[in-house]
């Protein structure tokens, strides 16, 4: 049972936050100026790609109203190049029983309490209403709240489910035909396996990973699990949205729309335009001090929280590739700070060659920095799309099951850099670190070839002149399509 420790009216709701622009900018004659509200998962990796669309929808003069948690409002700011386009309008999130005060986005809690901010997130639900009502925008972009589709229908909205994580990992786990709806205990090796009529690919599942897919029939927010809550947005949405672009997941849009028999409109690889910030300190001296190619940036998302055992194995991993290294790592769940969960000395033997930093780094940023030659990534699609742009050697370190989908593709299909192998328990050892540090950094080995060339090939595609544009301006084109 959830402790609703507000009650909402609408003048309790700040609806004098509505940009002042005339109620007929969204009137149904006007096609060429769409108005899109963003509801996103209340998380850093959701947040972050549905702002890029935003941005890129409001560079061609659309609107957007995009609905916040007011606690991390003001924090994204500085992301929105169109504010004379793009409204951010606070919601008033509901304290929910267990949640500590203040914890807003999964970024705040650890991963057990995931479920209680979704739970905050359906409370919203009124709220949101109140604000569409508003609002009435064209469409609504959303992901993880499954309600949203119903209530658009009420107030005659669109509904974009707007997937962050890319398409693979939704194909492999979250089609009608994976079942994964229907039996709560589905064997291990139907999890393993693609589906049947998958696109022909080399991705398995670990059993390791498949047990954490099999397991996850808890309620993830209101009364349904995270699986169940997806294959309902995934069902009722009026239409797929996806970060992605065919030069990459093609064949997996394709097996979606078959499966889903709806439109699939991708927004492509939507390479960031971050805004011309700085590298700044303790980041730019440290990073700077290197030569170029040298440097490994080990980053496994907002989320991510490893066991002492495991940060200390990849930790001791890194000092072992004889590279220096910049990593970012939220300090172990069973110790308190940074300090205490790294090994005895450790500090002093890397001093000035190995940083290990318990909070937020600027990924992006540091990616673009010459001196960076690895990146180890927890392979969030976020993460892999600024990977796949940048000029420095991959390798991957999956936490979930949706980013271990992800870097079964990478490594064995894209073939653009190497998976740090894991026990059957999912354990990894310092010398798998090493081994596959040391496997893409060594340019005259044969995997070291290869991931470069093949790495150098997507690279040059996706950065090719135009190529963004023709994705959103295709994706606007399909929008309107989608409103008749
Ligand atoms: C869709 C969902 O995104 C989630 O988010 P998560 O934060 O883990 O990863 P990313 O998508 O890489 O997003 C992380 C984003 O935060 C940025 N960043 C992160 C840490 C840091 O210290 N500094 C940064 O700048 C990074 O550059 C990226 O833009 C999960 O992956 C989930 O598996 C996936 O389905």
Redesign the pocket.
Known sequence: MYIISNHFTMKQQNLSVYPTYSKNMSTMADHKTLHIAMYP?F????F??FLHISNKLAKRGHRISFLFPSKVLTKFEPQNLHPHLISFIPITVPQVDGLPSGAAI??DVPSSLFPSIMTAMDLTQPIVEIHLRELKPHFVFF?FTHWMPALCRKLDIRSMFY????AV?VAFLLTPEKKIMEKDDLELDVIMEPPESFPPCSIRLHAHEARIVSNNTRPFGVNISLPRRLVTSLTECDVIGIKTCTELEGPYCQYLKTQYKKEVILAGPTV?ESPNLVLEEPFASFVASFKPGTLILC??????VLKKDQYQELVLGLELTGFPFLA?LKPPTDAETTESALPEGFQMRVKGKGLV?G???????I?KHPSVGCFI??????????SITSPCQLVFLP??V??AV?ARMFESDLKIGVEIKKRDDGFFSRDEVCKAVRAVMDVDSQIGKEVRANHAKYRELLLREGLEDSYIDKFVQKLLATLG
């Open positions: 998962f998380a850093m990796g959701h972050i790609p999964t970024a992901d997937v962050t994580s890319g990992n960031t980053v496994l998302g907002s989320e991510c970012a930093f909070g937020w780094v600027p990924q992006e940023l990616l990534t927890h392979c969030g699609w976020g993460s892999l799309s600024q936490n979930g949706d980013q992800n």
